[in-house]
């Protein structure tokens, strides 16, 4: 499978930034996607944004125009940079990945904004 190692993350005001990156095992030429959660208290986990193949990027509704996903190909790295952070964007983020028919989770990581 691809362990994923995660990190940035932590405390913001509401309208400032962050950045998150996760770091694969593998390749991610050979994963088939990749990208981000985020749960929130007492809220199902939920999709975020993520790179499908042929390198487009997707978002949820809810982030679209504030968040940003990017790779570095040769570190095996995804990024999702966080601007004009909101206190509803608190939650755990989750990296994620799909290899085969495998899917792995990063450990996760808080995001707390403050208003």
């Known amino acids: 499978q691809v362990q994923l190692v995660e990190s940035g993350g932590g405390l913001a005001q509401a309208g400032e930034s962050l950045r998150l990156s996760c770091a694969a095992s593998?390749?991610?030429?050979?994963?088939?996607?990749m990208g981000w959660y985020r749960q929130a208290p007492g809220k199902q986990r939920e999709w975020v944004a993520s790179f499908s193949s042929g390198d487009q990027t997707h978002y949820v509704d809810s982030v679209k125009g504030r968040f940003i996903l990017s790779r570095d190909n040769a570190k095996n790295t995804v990024y999702l940079q966080m601007n004009s952070l909101k206190p509803e964007d608190t939650a755990v983020y989750y990296c994620h990945a799909k290899w085969l028919e495998y899917d792995s989770w990063g450990q996760g990581t808080q995001v707390t904004v403050s208003s």
């Open positions: 593998r390749s991610i030429f050979s994963l088939s996607a």
